[in-house]
């Protein structure tokens, strides 16, 4: 019986925006589930510019994450870019929630046609052929006609777009403030609970 609450699979992906990933990881860790983590070779090219973190290769990250993010042993699984044999890509043990975040333009085109050149990929395919949850969380400024033609599509195979769109009613103070909003939106849509930012009227 597994100690985790439940699994969630999440991809980054190379749209700027690192810190919304990272931090959205952190309150899953928080929140007791378990992780299959996935990142493109674009994601890490985006966190090497955005932040100060240091990633070592895919065969250190693992315990790299887990001892950055308080994980629990076994907590984190890394998965690789062509690692097909890792669970998320069959349709029988299928992602019950998957999040991309951020999720770039390449990877919302990818997935609208159904490209299954990488894990990201065939993961999200297998989350929306076996009607389970998707969500994207684009950050792109502005949209091309592409990008949103994208976006529609999926949206009306039920997958959630959640742009990285920080709002101002909680008074932000800090660039946190606004990383944080967008990460809580995503743990509404998950059904965790959180208390990273105040609700609206709170």
């Not at 975040?101 to 065939?122: D, F, K, M, Q």
């Not at 009607?131 to 009306?156: D, G, W, Y």
Request: aromatic letters at 6%; hydrophobic letters at 45%.
């Amino acid at each position: 019986m597994s100690i985790f609450k439940r699994s969630v699979t999440l991809a980054m992906t190379g749209a700027s925006g690192a810190q919304y990933g990272f931090r959205l990881l952190e309150c899953l860790v928080q929140a007791e589930c378990r992780v299959q983590f996935l990142m493109s070779d674009a994601a890490r090219v985006v966190v090497e510019t955005e932040t100060d973190l240091d990633l070592p290769a895919d065969i250190n990250l693992e315990e790299f994450l887990a001892l950055n993010f308080d994980a629990e042993p076994g907590q984190i699984i890394v998965n690789t870019a062509k690692d097909w044999f890792s669970s998320v890509a069959s349709g029988s043990s299928a992602p019950e929630s998957m999040v991309i975040c951020p999720a770039s333009g390449g990877t919302l085109s990818a997935i609208a046609s159904g490209a299954s050149n990488n894990l990201i990929e065939r993961a999200a395919d297998v989350v929306i052929k076996e009607k389970c949850q998707l969500i994207v969380v684009p950050r792109e400024t502005p949209l091309s006609e592409i990008h949103l033609e994208n976006m529609l599509k999926l949206a009306r195979l039920g997958v959630t777009i959640l742009p990285a769109m920080p709002g101002f009613y909680q008074n932000p103070k800090t660039i946190n403030d606004l990383i944080d909003f967008v990460v809580a939106r995503i743990l509404d849509h998950l059904d965790i609970k959180q208390d990273i930012i105040p609700r609206w009227g709170d």
